[in-house]
C-alpha cells in the first residue's frame, strides 16, 4: 500500500536554527514526492517537488530511494516559515493526479 | 483569476442530512479532485473528475457522490451524513496533460461540521 509517513507532529526551532522536516514513504515503484505547505489563514499550496531538484524559500528536499525518505531541510529556519508542512506522494500505482498526503509537520519558528 | 473557490466556507448538519458542496476551478483547468481533511490529519483523496466523469475514486463509501459539469466546476454529494464526516472538505484543480503529475491547485476549503 502507498503511505506517506510524517512521524513529527510539531518542530519547534528558534530562528537561525536548521530545520528537518522528515517524510518516510512507501511505495512499489517509482513515486513522484511532494512537499506542500500551508501558512496561516492561506490554503495548501505545493512548495517543492523532488523532480525540478530546486530550491523554493531556501528550502530543499533530496529523494533518498534507499531509505524511502524525502526530508525537508532549511538551514537558517525564519519566523515566516512558521506553517503546517505536508509530504505527499503520487505515481502509477496511486494514479498520478491522486496525492497521498502524511498527517503533517507544524513548524514553528520562534524570535 | 481568483484561483480554485469553493461555497460555502461553513457548513452545520444532522446525522443523516444531505449536503452538497461546490466548486469552481481555476481558469484553464480541466480536472477537479475532492478531498477530506479530518482534524489533526492530512488530506485524504476522495475522488477526482474529468471530461464530466470520475476518473478515480479513493476508499470512501457510496455516500460520497460528485458531479462535474460542462464549465468544469464541480459538486461533492454526501448522503446519510454521520458524525464521522465533519472534517474540511478541499477542493482542487488541474490541467489533465498525459500521463505525469500535474500541480493541483487547492481551494480554501469548506468545513462541514456534523452534529
Known amino acids: 500500500a502507498q503511505r506517506v509517513t510524517q512521524p513529527e507532529k510539531l518542530l519547534s526551532v528558534f530562528k537561525g536554527a536548521p530545520v528537518e522536516l522528515k517524510c518516510n514513504y512507501s511505495y512499489s515503484g517509482s513515486p513522484e514526492l511532494f512537499w506542500y505547505v500551508q501558512y496561516s489563514r492561506q490554503r495548501l499550496q ?6 525540478s531538484r530546486e530550491s523554493i524559500k531556501g528550502f530543499t528536499a533530496d529523494l533518498n530511494k534507499g531509505e524511502t525518505s524525502f526530508h525537508l531541510k532549511k538551514p537558517f529556519a525564519q519566523e515566516e516559515d512558521s506553517a503546517m508542512y505536508y509530504c505527499a506522494l503520487s505515481g502509477r500505482n496511486t494514479g498520478f493526479q491522486k496525492l ?11 524570535p | 483569476d481568483a484561483g480554485v473557490t469553493q461555497s460555502p466556507t461553513h457548513l452545520i448538519k444532522t ?10 476551478p481555476k481558469s484553464g483547468h480541466d480536472t477537479v479532485s475532492w ?24 476508499n470512501f463509501p457510496d455516500r460520497f457522490s460528485g458531479h462535474q459539469f460542462p464549465n468544469y466546476s464541480s459538486e461533492l454529494n454526501v448522503n446519510a451524513l454521520l458524525l464521522g ?7 482542487a484543480s488541474s490541467k489533465t496533460s498525459g500521463r505525469s503529475y500535474n500541480e493541483q491547485f487547492f481551494g480554501p476549503g469548506t468545513r462541514l461540521t456534523v452534529l
Open chain 1, 46 to 51: 505545493l512548495l517543492l517537488r523532488h523532480i
Open chain 1, 100 to 110: 497521498v498526503f502524511g498527517t503533517g509537520t507544524r513548524l514553528l519558528v520562534s
Open chain 2, 15 to 24: 446525522r443523516g442530512q444531505q449536503v452538497t458542496l461546490r466548486c469552481s
Open chain 2, 35 to 58: 478531498y477530506q481533511q479530518a482534524l489533526g490529519q492530512g488530506p485524504q483523496f476522495i475522488f477526482q473528475y474529468y471530461e464530466e466523469e470520475e476518473r478515480q475514486r479513493g
Open chain 2, 85 to 91: 464526516d465533519s472534517a474540511l472538505y478541499l477542493c
